[in-house]
């Protein structure tokens, strides 16, 4: 963190943001079991590994790309993408 401070930096990079958010659980974690506030057991073994087990794990899955001339004839004339479809909160907006 301090060659991060060196450059300027308040916040870790995003390419390193969930280590970063591991170790912060890990010290908070620790910090809670070691005051005694926890509620529950403090887990054995190491808290930094305990954390990794239970932390959701993005993963991305890539969509293969359909060209238009595998598409049958009744969708090649619909784009790939969908747009969003429009909502607001707005009492009176978009009702019909």
Same mark, same amino acid.
Request: hydrophobic share 40%; glycine share 6%.
């Given at each position: 963190?301090?060659?991060?401070? =060196?450059?300027? %930096?308040?916040?870790? %990079?995003?390419?390193?943001?969930?280590?970063?958010e591991? *170790?912060?659980?890990a010290?908070? #974690?620790k910090?809670v079991?070691? /005051?005694?506030?926890?509620? $529950?057991?403090?887990? #054995?073994?190491?808290?930094e590994?305990?954390?990794? =087990? *239970?932390v959701? =794990?993005?993963?991305? $899955?890539?969509?293969?790309?359909?060209?238009?001339?595998?598409l049958?004839?009744?969708?090649?004339?619909?784009? $790939?993408? +969908? *747009?969003?479809?429009?909502? /607001?909160? #707005?009492?009176? +907006?978009?009702?019909?």
């Amino acid at each position: 963190p301090s060659e991060l401070l =060196k450059q300027g %930096l308040l916040y870790p %990079l995003q390419s390193n943001i969930l280590e970063s958010e591991i *170790q912060t659980a890990a010290r908070v #974690a620790k910090l809670v079991f070691d /005051s005694g506030l926890a509620g $529950v057991a403090r887990p #054995a073994g190491n808290m930094e590994a305990f954390i990794r =087990k *239970q932390v959701y =794990k993005p993963e991305y $899955v890539t969509e293969a790309k359909v060209s238009r001339a595998k598409l049958p004839a009744r969708l090649s004339h619909r784009p $790939v993408l +969908r *747009q969003r479809p429009r909502f /607001s909160f #707005a009492r009176g +907006r978009n009702q019909k």
